[in-house]
């Protein structure tokens, strides 16, 4: 039988390489090693990327395994989930690999300017409702360069082609540096060129694909200088919101 919840989050209350600082902790207790990730926790000075909404962990670990010379941090304010790769990372021994338990909307106070050199967001809720809360906003977008180096690289990777196609309007409204672009990573030639990457499947990524769904990606630069506008267009709505759930929604479409 599994763990439960609370036992989880006992276990993580004893990891090293896990911190919980949600909002409410935060707002009372600064993170003092905001700047200082390279000396304090990882003891060196190779580049570090963050998984924004990692969930189980399972990309950041593989990331990890496959990056050894890189750090990787999973963020996620759902612990429970958390623990699946924290507990991996910690029982294969996996000194790159630290876990962030908090709310992304305020992520640039775990990091300093010019810390983190990349970013993934990987099946992200596409937020169809709310562009404010889509983690590929110009709203996120500015948040990102608090921290991120300058022209630092982007990384989506998702299922939802709203979350896709609105991500391309705005970075090509804003004119920002696009590296590499597919709608269908799995089943085209573009996708050799990220060869390494299509070795890490996440669980439900499989399933996407199982039910034929495509899986999209894109990488992209965010400069430091410029101001971000967000893009004013409709855009047709996913039929589904995740694996075996129906839209919420009546609308077809939404900006």
């Keep these: 039988m599994g763990k439960g919840k609370l036992a989880k989050f006992a276990d993580m209350d004893t990891y090293e390489n896990v911190f ?50 890189v750090n990787f941090i999973g963020v996620d304010i759902k612990g429970a989930r958390m623990w699946t790769g924290a507990t991996q990372a910690l029982n294969e021994g996996l000194k790159n690999v630290a876990f962030l338990r908090t709310n992304i909307e305020i992520i640039e ?17 596409p937020q169809m409702k709310n562009p404010r809360k889509r983690l590929t906003s110009t709203y996120f977008m500015e948040r990102y360069r608090k921290f991120l180096v300058d022209g630092g690289l982007i990384h989506l ?6 979350l896709f196609t609105y991500t391309t309007y705005m970075v090509e409204k804003n004119a920002l540096p696009l590296i590499f672009r597919t709608e269908d990573l799995y089943g085209s030639s573009e996708g ?63 900006k």
């Design 109 to 125: 106070r775990f990091f300093a300017k010019d810390e983190v050199q990349e970013i993934w967001l990987t099946f992200s809720d």
């Design 157 to 162: 990777k998702t299922d939802s082609n709203f």
């Design 20 to 69: 919980q600082y949600p909002y409410s902790v935060v707002e009372h207790v600064p993170f003092e090693m905001q700047g200082h990730w390279h000396e304090q926790y990882f003891k060196n000075q190779n580049p570090i990327v963050l998984e924004l909404g990692c969930g189980k962990g399972e990309y950041t670990v593989e990331l990890a395994k496959l990056y050894p010379k």
């Design 192 to 254: 050799t060129v990220l060869s390494e990457l299509l070795t890490i499947q996440t669980y439900y990524e499989s399933m996407w694909i199982a039910r034929g769904l495509n899986i999209k990606y894109m990488k992209w630069q965010l400069p430091r200088e410029g101001v971000l506008k967000e893009p004013d267009v409709e855009i047709e709505l996913d039929d589904y919101r995740s694996y075996h759930r129906s839209k919420r929604s009546s609308l077809d479409k939404a």
